[in-house]
Structure formats: structure tokens, C-alpha cells
């Protein structure tokens, strides 16, 4: 089946530092979505991107789609201690519904 | 954004009952809902897909006998756990799908942990 290149599986890092994951897949979505997920909840929505090349941010957190389609981007920049968790990336084909994970990313800060 | 809840929170239940999980998308109306299961530390993995009036799309190896979806109105989607199992313990999640001008997105419910005695 489809699959998401999620990278990287985990981090750990000082508060007030920038972050960068990406997440790069064989195929072409026509949709990318950025989501955060908090222990024993469930995936809250970050970020969504809907045209190759499209720049979006949401407060310290940016999100790029990628041109060829196949990958896209989360910065998050001056890390605060909320913004520990994992983080998953999910990209939709074009006329499917379905969505297509990748296998998240675990931040860490550490004060 | 758009609002999804589940219900409940969280079940304990004892092995061979049935166990059933609302899904409710609470501020607009979903065709179509997700049903996925998701095991510590690992990523979501789709179930099944629900659809308002019709019967559910399971996904391979997912036992559609075991796994009973209804979607009995816009706002509405029920996952009952037949028999449940020890094995059947595990972190449900629940989405909804929302579609604009060229603007699909997904929105998650809280979760619903089943614990299978």
C-alpha cells in the first residue's frame, strides 16, 4: 500500500530551538495535513495544504507543500514545552478520501 | 475548527461482550466518517470507512463480522466491537471528512481506550 516517509522518528531538544520534519512518499497527493497528537487523545489538526508549493503558517508553525507533489514540511520555530508530543503527517491522493499516515514524529524538550 | 467527539472515553470491559464507540461530528454534517485503531507507539491504521446510508469499505484483514459500522445519520457513526478479546485492546480514533472548493480535510475525535479483560 501506499506509504509516508516520516522523518525524523524522534527528537529531543532545548526549549527555544527551531524544529524541522518532513515527510517525502513515492506517490502524488493532491492534499497534505500536519496533526499533533498529546498522549491518550486523539490527532488535533495543525496545518492543511491543498496546492503544490503552497507556504502556510499557524502561529510559530509553518508547513510547506511540496512542488513535485511527493513531500511537504513542518517548521516549528522557539519551541515552548506544549509543543511536546508526536506529531504525524498524512497526505491524500487525488480523488481518494482515505488518508495516507506516516509513522509520526516524538518531540522531546528538554527545559 | 470543526468539532468531533467520541463517546465513550474510555471502556473496560470484560472478554466475550460487546463494546460499542459513538462518533459525532457536533458542528457540520459527515457523508463520511474513518474508524482507525492505533497501538502504543505507532501510527494510525484505517479500519474502515463509513458512509452516511450505505455499508461500510472495510480495509484488508480487518474483520467486518467483528467490527460492525453504522452510519445511520450525518452526524452519526457507531463501531461495535463484537466478542471482544484481550487482543481487541487498543486506542480507537474516529474521524470525520469535511469537503470544500478543492479543501478536504479530516478532523479526529478524542479517542475512545478499550480495555478487554
Known amino acids: 500500500g501506499q506509504q509516508l516517509n516520516q522523518s525524523p522518528q524522534s527528537m529531543f531538544i532545548q526549549e527555544g530551538e527551531d524544529v524541522s520534519m518532513n515527510c517525502t512518499s513515492s506517490?502524488?497527493?493532491?492534499?497534505w495535513l500536519w496533526y499533533k497528537q498529546d498522549p491518550g487523545e486523539g490527532p488535533v489538526l495543525l496545518i492543511a495544504?491543498?496546492?503544490?508549493?503552497e507556504l502556510t503558517s499557524n502561529g510559530r508553525l509553518t508547513a510547506q507543500f511540496g512542488i513535485t507533489r511527493k513531500d511537504s514540511f513542518l517548521n516549528i520555530s522557539a519551541s515552548i514545552p506544549s509543543d511536546v508530543g508526536i506529531y504525524f503527517c498524512a497526505g491524500q491522493l487525488t480523488g481518494a478520501q482515505k488518508l495516507v499516515f506516516g509513522q509520526g514524529t516524538r518531540l522531546t524538550i528538554n527545559p | 475548527g470543526a468539532v468531533v467527539s467520541q463517546h465513550p472515553s474510555r471502556v473496560i470491559c470484560k472478554s466475550g461482550t460487546s463494546v460499542k464507540i459513538e462518533c459525532r461530528s457536533l458542528d457540520f454534517q459527515a457523508t463520511t466518517m474513518f474508524w482507525y485503531r492505533q497501538f502504543p507507539k505507532q501510527s494510525l491504521m484505517l479500519m474502515a470507512t463509513s458512509n452516511e446510508g450505505s455499508k461500510a469499505t472495510y480495509e484488508q484483514g480487518v474483520e467486518k463480522d467483528k467490527f460492525l459500522i453504522n452510519h445511520a445519520s450525518l452526524t452519526l457513526s457507531t463501531l461495535t466491537v463484537t466478542s471482544a478479546h484481550p487482543e481487541d485492546s487498543s486506542f480507537y480514533i474516529c474521524?470525520?471528512?469535511?469537503?470544500?472548493?478543492?479543501?478536504?480535510?479530516?478532523?479526529f475525535g478524542p479517542g475512545t481506550r478499550l480495555t478487554v479483560l
Open positions: 506517490s502524488i497527493f493532491n492534499t
Open positions: 495544504l491543498y496546492k503544490a508549493g
Open positions: 474521524s470525520a471528512w469535511t469537503s470544500g472548493d478543492n479543501t478536504d480535510t479530516q478532523y
